[in-house]
């Protein structure tokens, strides 16, 4: 029997905040970045755009930046929706992002190299924050002859992009989907009013069968993308106005198009020409689309459908909040947290730490911290290790991320298997095995997990001999709900490991050497890394020592940096490998006065493992992160950086920090570092 409620939550039509723009009058209270090109307003046409142009005006080969700053969007704790016009041709690209006064760094939310050729559009969430802040533009024509980029229109309301009641012609970023016969449209008041619209003519969505030219043809209406992770209550209004007119039905689609029911319509019961209120319990940790789907029947009728809405809290108060897959993260600094091993005789992983050294690598996390390896014993010829993982519920996808490293002097290798065991049934599925044979390197491993029913990770080191085999080193294991797809939005300077090139940081023209960017290890023997330590097959940046002199400096400069309030922590990872290595520091570069100020300094062979290093300071003006390194006695002293992380605030593992506002123009800021 269907229940027929009245639903508390009503969309209000949306009303558009600073940082939207038409751009058919003026900017709307957006500011140029000065330190960038401006962008060209077009009123005649009702955009903004940025152009490659050559030194004679003709399109050409000099690429332009530019950036626009909306009005300060106060109200932070809210959640809103920017949807945004644009155009990109050839070498352009677009990159939106929010910034605030407490970093230094804009922190990106979107971005776009794909030339569109006509006018593309974007929906995304802007999560709720604890600080004011302004939405940025940033436009590249790049070097490309017909290098453009081009906004035409931005619209920022209050709450998130999924919601619509279909009164703006945008319609929320909906489009149609599937069957091109049949498709939604847009209806109006000459049907019937909706509820929030009771008196005018409201607009909805609908699906005619008259359209129809088959059986069961089916028509999908499809929200854009969600960009930030979404659980709650999803509700909306439907009506059908015949007993047997098309089946509607829900669905979640994540970006790899794999579908996930989340509703369907009954029967209609005497509710005919009826808006039904039906709500739905919404789990999106991931990015994912709405899916309405309609399929028509021989009675014929029309399906409308309206004012999607979605609020954090769960439809009902009894709703399982949304599985934590950080329950199954570990690093092994403090134990095997939610690990445990199969209760067969002695346990056959071992919880060990290294300290620095020039034989035998550390752990990943840190170059000196714990890792798990598998134990070998001499009056065992075979063994087999096994660690068991948390329970995963079912009906999810996964994405399970783990290192591992080969040490010992067996000429063979150990198996290496991680298996799915169900647990009513335990069944055991093997999802992976290893193939990586590299020693001494960490490697990263990453598996796409499917739980049809509740599981356990099982990861098994198997050895047939004692003499043969190596040992296996496993450490930070990582869950993530979703598929293993690289990350679509930008990195940027906020995280660089090299992989796509320099992240913005450029060489400095004066000094006498410059970082090269490298895989594998370096050329020169007894130095150097074997590897990355991003994932062990991957780029870092590097001093070739063999053709510097003895002191002579390769210095990589980070972008121009705003002055912020706050505190802002910079982690990286270096090796310094061999007997020669000299210096490696990090300054902090005023262009004002053009002083470097000491932040962070090591000297020496610091051993084989990548360590990592992690460093607080304060800056209140414009600045620039330098990192400088130096030959030491000998052309053992190659020197690697990789995996540079900024973020706002403390960080967490560190009390002290650098303020250096505190310190006179060209002083040094003493022995802060961790």
């Not at 002083?595 to 800056?619: F, H, M, P």
């Amino acid at each position: 029997m269907l229940t027929l409620f009245i639903l508390s939550l009503v969309v209000l039509p949306a009303k558009a905040l600073p940082g939207s723009c038409s751009f058919d009058r003026n900017l709307c209270g957006f500011q140029t970045d000065s330190t960038h090109s401006s962008w060209i307003l077009n009123l005649k046409g009702g955009y903004v755009h940025l152009e490659a142009v050559g030194p004679t005006g003709s399109t050409g080969s000099v690429g332009m930046s530019g950036v626009l700053l909306s009005e300060e969007l106060e109200d932070p704790e809210e959640w809103r929706c920017l949807r945004l016009q644009y155009r990109i041709s050839s070498s352009g690209s677009l990159q939106v992002g929010l910034r605030s006064e407490a970093e230094s760094f804009d922190r990106p939310l979107w971005t776009s190299h794909q030339p569109t050729h006509t006018w593309g559009s974007i929906s995304i969430d802007i999560h709720n924050s604890t600080q004011p802040y302004r939405v940025v533009l940033e436009g590249h024509s790049g070097g490309e002859a017909g290098g453009a980029v081009s906004i035409s229109d931005t619209h920022i309301t209050y709450g998130y992009c999924i919601e619509c009641d279909f009164e703006e012609n945008h319609l929320c970023g909906y489009k149609n989907q599937g069957n091109s016969k049949v498709k939604w449209s847009v209806g109006g008041g000459s049907l019937e009013a909706t509820p929030t619209q009771p008196n005018t003519r409201g607009r909805y969505m609908y699906v005619d069968t008259a359209d129809a030219q088959a059986f069961q043809e089916v028509t999908q209406l499809a929200s854009p993308l969600t960009t930030e992770p979404l659980s709650g209550c999803l509700s909306f209004l439907f009506q059908q106005q015949q007993a047997e007119a098309h089946r509607l039905a829900l669905y979640q689609r994540d970006a790899a198009g794999h579908y996930r029911p989340l509703w369907k319509a009954p029967a209609p019961h005497g509710y005919v020409g009826v808006w039904l209120p039906v709500q739905v319990e919404l789990k999106a940790p991931y990015p994912v689309q709405l899916v309405f789907e309609a399929s028509n029947s021989p009675a014929g009728g029309k399906v409308m459908l309206d004012d999607i809405a979605f609020s954090p809290e769960f439809c009902n108060a009894g709703t399982k909040p949304m599985f934590d897959p950080s329950v199954a993260n570990c690093d092994f600094e403090f134990g095997f947290c939610k690990y445990s091993q199969r209760k067969r005789g002695a346990p056959m992983w071992k919880r060990v730490s290294l300290q620095p050294n020039i034989y035998q690598a550390g752990d990943h996390t840190t170059g000196s911290g714990a890792f798990l390896l598998t134990a070998r014993f001499a009056d065992r010829s075979s063994s087999v290790s096994q660690l068991l993982g948390p329970v995963l519920p079912a009906g999810l996808q996964f994405c399970l991320r783990f290192f591992t490293s080969l040490r010992g002097f067996g000429s063979g290798v150990s198996l290496l298997a991680v298996y799915l065991q169900h647990t009513h049934t335990g069944a055991l599925q093997r999802v992976w095995h290893q193939t990586e044979t590299s020693r001494d390197v960490w490697t990263a491993n990453e598996i796409m997990l499917d739980t049809q029913h509740s599981a356990q990770v099982v990861i098994v080191s198997a050895c047939k001999s004692l003499w043969s085999c190596t040992s296996v080193a496993l450490d930070d294991i990582s869950l993530s709900l979703g598929d293993c797809a690289p990350p679509s939005g930008p990195t940027g300077p906020l995280l660089c490991d090299f992989e796509a090139g320099l992240c913005g940081y450029s060489q400095d023209p004066e000094d006498s050497a410059n970082w090269l960017r490298t895989r594998g290890p370096t050329p020169t023997a007894f130095t150097g890394p074997p590897g990355d330590h991003t994932s062990g097959r991957g780029h870092y940046l590097y001093i070739e020592a063999s053709v510097m002199l003895t002191e002579q400096r390769a210095r990589l400069l980070s972008g121009t940096l705003r002055g912020s309030r706050g505190q802002q922590c910079l982690r990286f990872f270096y090796s310094m490998f061999g007997s020669g290595c000299g210096d490696l520091s990090v300054l902090l570069r005023r262009p004002l006065n053009g002083r470097d100020v000491l932040l962070w300094k090591r000297s020496g062979e610091q051993g084989i493992s990548w360590l990592r290093a992690t460093l607080n300071y304060q800056c209140d003006e414009q600045h620039q992160i330098v990192f400088e390194a130096s030959r030491g006695s000998s052309v053992r002293s190659d020197i690697a950086i990789d995996d540079i992380t900024f973020e706002s605030g403390p960080c967490p593992d560190t009390e002290d920090y650098i303020k250096l506002s505190s310190f006179p123009s060209g002083a040094n800021a003493g022995n802060i570092f961790h």
